[in-house]
């Protein structure tokens, strides 16, 4: 039986505080260090199901036939094992694991996995009770959307309240589900909010390394129920410890079963990951309210493993202000009082057209507006007297009157990053998204 994940932490927190690994480390010997965690029982199968790295990849580093070089395989070993700090820096890594936003991932998990938390302290006793709604950074981070709160903090508190349990010597024989639905237009946050979800469970100690993994639901059904759980199988195994995230999973019941084949394929999944990997894997299930709700309805021995169904509504006009600011302090751009007024209107007029509440309009009148002040900036550059400091500034002159309609976000498409105030850069560095017009890349975000 592999190791749960418990036991993957104790060994890795065991291992990486050894002078000699650190060392290895700090030589970049990946081969090394696989050799001793598998001499403390971490194999290389369960490293591989952990990092995405292929077994046979981690062999010939064990066995000096091959050394790692990119920066991205020591990130996703570093990210796929839970490194601690120390260790990551002796790799040259960032501390925290922010130092890439991801890395891409094969088809059909197509998108990104996004950075685990740090690891929390070692705990002697019970965990400590806090009322609902207060966890750590991850859901506190999520602001504006009092909707989303709700039924998430009944899930952490319910999770929460097992941990105790556990800590205080409860045989747990009957997990709480960690498996959800996000149910809501593109644009509205659900990715945000997936990493959130996974930044606490791996806090609350419900998944080793908490990080999301994004696929398309039309790329995991196949001709037949064996391929169907072949590409399934394909998207779980690098989310083990973490979650898999499938957009758009509305499209399956427009199948000619009405998504039978594949959600029974998803069940057989959650039942190995329950009984035979220690729960490692929490499944969110995203896309438009009705379908899903209607899919669901039909799969109720399914149904009964997803703990809750959160609603994502569009975002406000105030709240695409807001999110418009928080892109411009990302992009080291500081916006004139004017040029906040300016915007909220441009978006307030946008989103009356539009209606649906995509961050994507952000987004739009972002790039829109940077082109503008390059161009301004770099006009006025040329005349003495230049003051640097308007490199950094947004004024009223550099917003649009009006987002066109080429700005405005199509339904079906992958909305840009975006950002609210206090959310923390650590935890959501921007990941890799697909090209415009890449099979499968549906908008469900």
């Known amino acids: 039986m592999a190791l749960g994940i418990f036991e993957v932490r104790e060994i890795v927190e065991r291992v990486f505080a050894q002078q000699d690994v650190l060392d290895a480390c700090a030589r970049r010997d990946l081969g090394r260090v696989v050799m001793i965690l598998g001499a403390q029982g ?12 292929s077994q046979g990849r981690l062999s010939e580093w064990a066995g000096r036939k091959r050394k790692p070089r990119a920066s991205s395989v020591f990130e996703a070993f570093a990210d796929g094992l839970g490194v601690p700090p120390a260790a990551r820096e002796a ?13 891409r991932l094969p088809h059909p998990a197509r998108d990104r996995i996004a950075p685990p938390a740090p690891a929390l302290p070692a705990t002697s006793g019970p965990i400590s009770l806090q009322p609902a709604g207060v966890f750590a950074e991850g859901l506190a981070a999520l602001l ?9 903090n009944e899930v952490m508190a319910a999770l929460k309240a097992q941990q105790s349990r556990r800590a205080a010597g409860s045989a747990i024989r009957r997990p709480v589900w960690k498996n959800l639905v996000f149910t809501g237009g593109p644009g509205t ?3 945000r909010a997936a990493v959130a979800v996974g930044q606490d469970y791996r806090k609350l100690g419900v998944l080793a390394t908490g990080h999301v993994i994004e696929a398309a639901a039309a790329d995991l059904v196949g001709a037949s129920p064996g391929e169907t ?23 399956w019941q427009r199948l000619p079963d009405q998504g039978q084949q594949v959600l029974r394929r998803l069940y057989e999944q959650l039942t190995e990951y329950r009984n035979e990997r220690r729960d490692e894997l929490a499944v ?3 896309g438009q309210a009705g379908p899903l709700r209607s899919l669901l309805h039909g799969s109720p021995s ?28 990302e992009a080291g751009l500081t916006l004139t009082p004017a040029a906040e007024s300016k915007a909220a209107g441009v978006l307030a007029r946008a989103e009356g057209g539009h209606g649906s509440g995509n961050a994507r309009l952000a987004v739009g009148l972002l790039n829109r507006a940077t082109a503008i002040q390059a161009q301004r900036v770099a006009a006025a550059s040329l005349a003495p007297g230049w003051d640097p400091a308007a490199l950094h500034t947004l004024s009223a002159a550099d917003i649009p009157d009006q987002l066109h309609p080429e700005h405005a976000p199509p339904e079906e498409t992958w909305p840009g990053q975006y950002l609210l105030p206090a959310v923390s850069r650590r935890l959501f560095q921007p990941g890799r998204v697909p090209p415009r017009g890449s099979s499968g890349a549906t908008g469900s975000r």
Do not use: C, Y
Request: hydrophobic share 45%.
């Open 284 to 286: 969110i299930l995203a």
């Open 302 to 329: 399914l149904a009964a493993r997803f703990r809750a169904v959160v609603d994502f509504p569009g975002f406000t006009p105030g709240q695409l202000a807001v999110i418009f600011g928080s892109l411009a302090d």
């Open 189 to 191: 946050g659900r990715s």
């Open 144 to 152: 504006h959307r009092e909707t989303v709160h709700g039924p998430l």
């Open 91 to 103: 790799l040259g890594l960032a501390p925290d694991g922010s130092a890439e936003p991801g890395r």
């Open 229 to 251: 759980g072949k590409l399934l199988a394909e998207a779980v195994r690098p989310a083990s410890g973490g979650i898999l995230m499938i957009n758009a999973a509305h499209d």
């Open 42 to 53: 971490l194999t290389q199968g369960r490293i591989s199901e952990l990092t995405g790295i």
